[in-house]
């Protein structure tokens, strides 16, 4: 929408007594009739007062004498520069007046305050639109979360999402791990002893911890042992069978400690160095 294609058609006020601006908006969609924010009417009065001779179906966005601005981005462009806002930092493009209006629309999803439909319709844009740009939140809920959120039925909700996956919108699904499901699995410090010949190549093994999710960290320590493994496994006894995962040929690991972890008396914290660290 040309940013200056706003003209005035007066103020109303809503049955709760709020006084509430009408505008006559032309853009992509042709022309309609749309009610902004409710402090657009301060700002529709504060313009009245410094243009005095403005009409009430000039443009809403014009200069004084009521005609038209023939370029607004230039404008909007070194306040964004002065304010260090000019360029998007995840995709480096340059903003404009019409960052506004995503900002509006995101603000407004957001919030919940509003349906798709009705932000649709006060945008003039269609829904597949407001679904591909502003609901991006789905990403957080349930289909039938979806459905009660926007006010459609289930199907429906599911229906949009699967249309959002087609068009390559939602690009996958993750799924969200319940961690109490493995609170019963015993947590082990393994202390390994590695042969000679491992400790002068140790690759392969290096490699095999890496790529072993029971291992949940592992390091190499000086001192009696050469590696110290923080393991999750359903049981102690896996142990065995993990070794031999790690080791087929037994040629690198000489001895091997398993201790099940017991009481935690403290978590992992902050370095006590971070804050000094400028």
């Not at 443009?59 to 038209?68: A, E, K, N, T």
């Not at 480096?92 to 439909?117: C, E, N, Q």
């Not at 959120?149 to 699904?173: D, N, T």
């Not at 790529?211 to 000086?222: D, F, H, L, Q, S």
Request: with cysteine.
């Amino acid at each position: 929408m040309d940013g200056a294609a706003l003209a005035g058609r007066g103020v109303f006020t809503s049955a709760g007594g709020t006084p509430l601006v009408q505008l006559r908006v032309t853009g992509k969609t042709g022309p309609r009739d749309t009610v902004p924010m409710r402090n657009a009417e301060f700002i529709l009065r504060r313009r009245q007062q410094r243009c005095p001779n403005a009409g009430p179906d000039d443009f809403v966005m014009g200069l004084p004498d009521g005609s038209r601005i023939a370029d607004f981005d230039s404008g909007v462009r070194r306040v964004l520069t002065a304010a260090g806002l000019l360029n998007d930092p995840i995709t480096d493009r340059k903003r404009g007046i019409y960052s506004f209006r995503h900002t509006y629309a995101t603000l407004l999803v957001s919030s919940g305050r509003v349906s798709p439909a009705e932000l649709g319709d006060n945008m003039g844009t269609s829904l597949p639109m407001i679904d591909r740009h502003y609901y991006r939140w789905i990403a957080d809920f349930t289909v039938q979360a979806i459905a009660e959120e926007i006010e459609l039925s289930h199907s429906g909700a599911l229906g949009r999402v699967k249309r959002l996956e087609e068009s390559g919108a939602i690009r996958r699904h993750v799924a969200e791990i319940d961690k109490t499901v493995f609170a019963a699995w015993p947590m082990l410090f393994v202390e390994i002893v590695l042969t000679p010949p491992a400790r002068v190549a140790r690759r392969h093994l290096d490699a095999a911890i890496a790529a072993a999710p029971e291992i949940i960290e592992g390091v190499e320590i000086v001192g009696k042992c050469d590696l110290l493994l923080k393991v999750a496994l359903p049981a102690p006894v896996y142990w065995a069978s993990l070794q031999r995962r790690l080791d087929p040929t037994t040629a690198l690991i000489d001895k091997a400690r398993p201790r099940v972890i017991g009481r935690t008396i403290k978590r992992a914290g902050v370095h006590p160095a971070s804050g000094t660290l400028a």
